[in-house]
């Protein structure tokens, strides 16, 4: 079946501009996740869904980062007044779901968005 | 909270030779280990994890990793490796009690196999 996909793969922007990127989890998985793969950061944890609770945003570095999920399916990550330092590679996952009571659900990754901020 | 450490980030390695790439982690909660896999240009690929029972796990392409709870380490191996091993390696935890399964990273080691 299909994967997680991702789209832009590439996107150029310029310092300051607004950034919307989108993700596509696998079919009935209901948990999903954002990280980010920088030179400087390496591969960290950015938010998470899960159905209709609450999303875990910990990860987010700073108030100009947002994302959504929208009927339980599609996410978009908003990157606001981009700056430099947020180049990196995006990458979105899902799993069937999160947690269960001592389960473990395999998250599948996305090819990831390339975001080069100017 | 979690902190991973992968000690080298690049191995160069001849083809046919054995590799072991260097896993050590910190958390103060019990933790699910995981090996994930990016090939050149391709998305990351569960390799490996250990979740519970036997502390060698093994991947199909023959990798293995050992947890060693006392180290805190989880070290993955292949005794012989092919130039298609070449790719960045990421060391993993998830906090087993934990709400979500968010991953905490290694660095990453990058495995360069020649012919």
């Known amino acids: 079946g299909a994967g997680v996909s991702q789209s832009p793969s590439n996107k150029v922007t310029e310092k300051g501009k607004d950034v919307e990127l989108r993700c596509d989890p696998i079919s009935g998985h209901t948990a999903l996740y954002w990280y980010r793969q920088s030179l400087g950061q390496g591969l960290e944890f950015l938010i998470y869904f899960q159905g209709n609770s609450a999303p875990d945003k910990s990860g987010l570095p700073s108030d100009r980062f947002s994302a959504e999920r929208t009927g339980g399916s599609v996410s978009t990550l908003t990157i606001q007044r981009t700056q430099q330092e947020d180049s990196a590679v995006y990458l979105c996952?899902?799993?069937?779901?999160?947690?269960?009571?001592?389960?473990?659900?395999?998250?599948?990754f996305g090819p990831g968005t390339r975001l080069t901020v100017t | 909270a979690q902190s991973v450490t992968q000690l080298d980030s690049q191995v160069p390695v001849f083809e046919e030779a054995p590799v072991e790439l260097r896993c050590n982690y910190s958390?103060?909660?019990?933790?699910?280990l995981f090996w994930y896999v990016q090939y050149p240009n391709q998305g990351l690929q569960l390799l490996l994890k250990?979740?519970?029972?036997?502390?060698l796990v093994e991947s199909i392409n023959g990798f293995e990793a050992e947890f060693n709870k006392s180290q805190t380490s989880f070290h993955l191996r292949k005794p012989s490796v092919h130039i298609s091993d070449t790719a960045e390696y990421f060391c993993a935890v998830s906090p087993r009690e934990a709400a979500g399964n968010k991953l905490t990273f290694g660095g990453g080691t990058r495995v360069l196999v020649k012919p």
């Open positions: 958390s103060s909660v019990s933790v699910y």
């Open positions: 250990y979740l519970s029972g036997s502390t």
């Open positions: 996952a899902s799993s069937l779901r999160s947690r269960l009571a001592g389960g473990f659900h395999e998250q599948y």
